[in-house]
């Protein structure tokens, strides 16, 4: 057994290398650094950490079958307190999760801890703030754990377009009639017909639409697109233009599409406006396979026979 003094020294040694080493070190590593006449002191402090939760026992990611220390800083030590072997296992399967979390079946899978104490452990661990649970925008009935300080990966959140799992239509809808309104004052007032979408992240940010790195340009792009396809602007692609896209060599630039206002087709033909549309029917007197306004028009508008080879 080794002295207080001897235990105290090589405590502050060894928390100072697991400092060092943050991914953990296993007990080979430490017997190389301490030497074998230490490992017995060396158990003996580490026991000492492992109860006051200084220090984390894992299963190494490279041998399973070997256990490594990390260390855990105080003040997260302190939310460990009393915390027992079926907890720790519980936030370990939250930690390794990441970014994605864990769902409570499949904690439960990994741990045979029965559903009541499971659900015990999670709230307490809840109630540390050592874990939190997020609900994923594709499943909002399905509670995902993950470490409390942990950011939900953009797959839980829906990325910058939702805001506590509801599609934020306000904000969409604002992006799109700003960028809009970049693209048509940089041709009318500055003279630049195209924009690029970077060229419209960086007036979003300047303009302070948005923050620094709330948007990438890859979801730029994608609100870009859904412009594109409401007809409010064309995409304009050419080599010559100076902005190219990542390995592809195409250029993609975005300027105001021409209005369009789609013809109606219900009152271009003769039936949209007929004042006896309520007595005609195929067989009446009143009938379209009678019907003189049809005849005309179809003559006037279209020549079936002629151009299709069909005949009436
Ligand atoms: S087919 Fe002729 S008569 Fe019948 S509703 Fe159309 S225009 Fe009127």
Redesign the pocket.
């Known amino acids: 057994m080794s002295s207080s003094g001897e235990i105290d020294e090589l405590r502050s040694q060894l928390t100072e290398l697991l400092r060092k080493n943050p991914m953990g070190l296993t007990n080979g590593q430490l017997e190389r650094h301490f030497g074998a006449n230490k490992l017995l002191a060396i158990a003996q402090v580490l026991n000492i950490l492992l109860d006051s939760k200084r220090v984390h026992l894992y299963n190494s990611t490279e041998n399973p079958n070997e256990l490594m220390y990390k260390l855990v800083a105080e003040e997260q030590a302190q939310k460990f307190e009393g915390i027992g072997p079926d907890q720790m296992l519980v936030y370990q399967i939250c930690e390794r999760s990441g970014s994605k979390g864990v769902w409570i079946r499949d904690i439960k899978a990994q741990t045979n801890i029965p559903q009541h104490t499971l659900t015990k452990t999670l709230k307490l661990l809840e109630s540390r703030q050592i874990i939190k649970a997020v609900r994923s925008v594709t499943s909002k009935s399905r509670k995902l754990y993950m470490l409390f300080d942990t950011v939900p990966a953009k797959e839980i959140t829906g990325g910058p377009w939702y805001t506590d799992q509801e599609f934020d239509h306000a904000f969409v809808d604002e992006l799109q009639k700003s960028i809009v309104n970049f693209v048509k004052t940089a041709a009318k007032k500055h003279g630049e017909p195209f924009l690029s979408a970077s060229d419209i992240l960086n007036k979003l940010v300047s303009s302070n639409i948005i923050a620094l790195n709330t948007i990438s340009l890859d979801e730029l792009i994608l609100v870009m697109h859904t412009l594109v396809y409401d007809g409010k602007l064309e995409e304009v692609r050419n080599a010559s233009l100076g902005d190219h896209l990542a390995g592809s060599g195409t250029i993609i630039k975005y300027k105001v599409a021409k209005d369009y206002d789609p013809p109606n087709f219900l009152t271009e033909?003769?039936?949209g406006i007929?004042p006896?549309?309520a007595q005609?029917r195929e067989g009446g007197i009143?009938?379209?396979t009678t019907?003189?306004?049809?005849n005309d028009w179809l003559a006037i508008n279209y020549d079936f026979s002629e151009k299709n080879g069909l005949t009436w």
């Open positions: 033909t003769p039936c007929c006896v549309i005609c009143i009938s379209p019907c003189v306004y049809m």
